[in-house]
């Protein structure tokens, strides 16, 4: 690693920002992890780009796939958020 990244504190600062004030609060309970999710990479926009992926909770009782904001170490921007998933 040569260049700085953000860090995971960083990542939780985005998410705090980038999402909308109802939910803000569940920010606490948000997993962020440099884990790339089991069923395979969903989006970077380079191969090389390293990223932090956050699984949000459901605020509701549903079946179905899982929400995922997917943030870039090197940009800090969000390079994904969608449902991902049965």
Avoid: H, N
């Avoid at 920002?17 to 395979?40: C, H, M, N, R, W």
């Amino acid at each position: 690693m040569t260049e700085k990244e953000i860090s995971k504190d960083d990542a939780r600062k985005i998410l705090q920002e980038y999402l909308v004030e109802s939910v803000k609060d569940l920010v606490k309970t948000i997993e962020i992890t440099e884990q790339e999710p089991a069923f395979g990479v969903i989006y970077k926009s380079y191969p090389e780009d390293r990223a932090w992926y956050a699984y949000m909770p459901s605020t509701r009782a549903c079946v179905g796939g899982s929400r995922i904001i997917i943030i870039s170490k090197k940009t800090g921007g969000i390079c994904f958020d969608g449902i991902v998933g049965e």
